[in-house]
């Protein structure tokens, strides 16, 4: 159940209902996650795993973190390791994570909250469960998407965005069968708390079994849905999808999808993570932690990181403090 909800939709802002000159967005490409283990072994789903970064841009990356019960002693994160060139957006769904930076800044996302990390001219990272949640364990389910960021502002001094789960702008559908949930850019007229070097949008939309949405979707953008949890279907052909699926769209005003009428009863509804941008269209040398424009400025990375450019590794774990650490 994801932890930002309300208890009435209806008393919400809704969307417009889409008129007949609407050109909905075909399902370009379907493709199933495969499933692995990150860190320190805690489970995923690659969700762009086998889609061209073409029909990425200006996405990179997105993992689905759990969803796992874990039980006492078992919650696991990652090892220190080097960004640079590229933007985290760490979403967490349900569960806690605590995170600490070489430069210093650290903090607690939880139920709802998004840990923006604009990684830029580079640092080192780590993201691990705090030891209250290794002692009881506990529910921790979330994703990991990675943002590029322009070839002008890939050596940018880092910075993060602490934004609160009560911070989303909340809508619904005509009929409040959906709740949508939007992290950063504009989703008819309502826009999110996250601030972006390339124009994107984020949202969180939960589908209720049986309900339809039509969400208006900027034309300029490109449109990825990715199925978190249920089953329903996508596009106006009525693309059947379900848990670790990816529907890349193609050209069009708006996105329509539907959640099956009957879920199972660990997914009572539809839960979509939609992300779309506006193409940065520049060449992209991706390896490991590291996202740049070409092979050499991978490798003055990799130097970098080696010679200890991007920080060193603190003596002390930061306490956990439930904030975030400073801004550059």
Known sequence: MPAITVDDVLVLPRLPRLDESTTFRPVRRLSTAPSGFEGEGFPVRRAFAGVPLSELDPFIHLDQMGEVDYAPGEPRGTAWHPHRGFETVTYMIDGIMDHQDSQG?????????????????????????????????????????????????????????????????????????????????????????????????????????????????RPDFNALVYVLGGRGTVGVDGRPVRTGQLAVHGPGDALTFAADARQDSHTPALDLYIMGGEPIREPVAHYGPFVMNTRDELLKAFEDFQAGRLGVVPAERLPHTGGQGPRP
Do not use: C
Not at 153 to 168: C, H, L, S, T, V
Not at 192 to 213: D, F, K, L
């Open 105 to 217: 800044g650290g903090g607690t996302i939880t139920n709802g909250d998004t840990q923006w990390m604009t990684a830029g001219s580079g640092l080192l990272h780590i993201e691990a469960p705090p030891e209250q949640l290794v002692m009881s364990g506990g529910l921790f389910h979330g994703t990991q998407l990675w943002v590029n960021l322009p070839r002008v502002a890939k050596m940018n001094p880092p910075r993060y965005q602490d934004i609160r789960g009560r911070e989303a702008a909340l809508l619904t559908t005509p009929d409040g069968g959906a709740l949508i949930r939007v992290i950063a850019g504009e989703v008819a007229g309502h826009r999110g708390p996250g601030s972006t070097h390339t124009p994107i949008t984020i949202t969180h939309v939960t589908v209720q079994p049986g309900a339809r949405v039509d969400l208006p979707w």
